[in-house]
């Protein structure tokens, strides 16, 4: 069974039109650029600060230096990759690359051009836990997982600055008093946020944290925000 992944960039916050070709905030243009029957096509464009890519239109997942990329003065995509670029623009926004890899049980690998940079568990999305070394990791130009963990995962900074610094809010509920552990890489600390649960929600007795991510029990539901 082949793997779900894909591999996207987060703009924070979200400043791009979703119309292709029509100015969005700070007057970036958008380019839409679309492989069909699998053919490369270059779409023009200024790239001379680099291009990110904001709008992914197809199914087919659309992974840099893989199904799309830059040539010349011009974006390329390939493989059936559909979707939307922008010229990056010199500004504080920061941005949040990511990929999203899927087991169903057994080892699935997912393709990224690392070059060195780190990664984190951003999100857990499966039920089955995520732990680094056992049911997730990466490797030289890609990301594995394992055991049913089904993650989102952010690619670090290739420069060695590390990754982006903002809040990451987490939601986790134990449903039914049952435990319930929801899987993001912990660096410093997880501190409760709002409490959603009529249950009370007490650090050690009904929830917790370490490396790994947050767990639940005892009917405790809150939003969390880990650093």
Aim: aromatic share 6%; net charge positive; glycine share 10%.
């Amino acid at each position: 069974m082949k793997a779900v992944c894909a591999l996207v960039l987060l703009v924070l916050p979200a400043a791009f039109a979703a119309t292709a070709g029509e100015p969005a905030m700070g007057s970036t243009q958008v380019v839409r650029c679309e492989s069909r029957d699998m053919l490369r096509v270059f779409c023009a464009m200024d790239v001379s600060r680099g291009v990110e890519l904001v709008h992914q239109l197809s199914e087919q997942s659309c992974i840099r230096e893989t199904s799309w990329g830059v040539e010349g003065d011009a974006v390329w995509v390939s493989s059936n990759c559909r979707a939307e670029f922008a010229a990056r623009q010199q500004s504080s926004r920061k941005s949040r690359r990511v990929v999203r890899c899927e087991s169903r049980g057994r080892v699935e690998t997912c393709p990224v051009v690392l070059k060195g940079a780190p990664v984190r568990l951003l999100r857990q999305q499966s039920v089955l836990p995520c732990r680094e070394g056992r049911s997730w990791g990466y490797g030289r130009n890609e990301v594995w997982v394992s055991r049913g963990c089904q993650g989102v995962f952010e690619v670090g900074a290739e420069d060695g600055s590390g990754f982006v610094q903002t809040p990451r809010k987490v939601v986790c509920e134990s449903k039914s008093k049952l435990r319930r552990e929801c899987g993001v890489s912990v660096e410093r600390r997880v501190t409760l946020v709002e409490q959603l649960s009529g249950a009370p929600c007490r650090e050690g007795e009904s929830w917790g944290w370490d490396r790994d991510g947050i767990w639940v029990d005892n009917g405790c539901r809150a939003e969390f925000s880990a650093d």
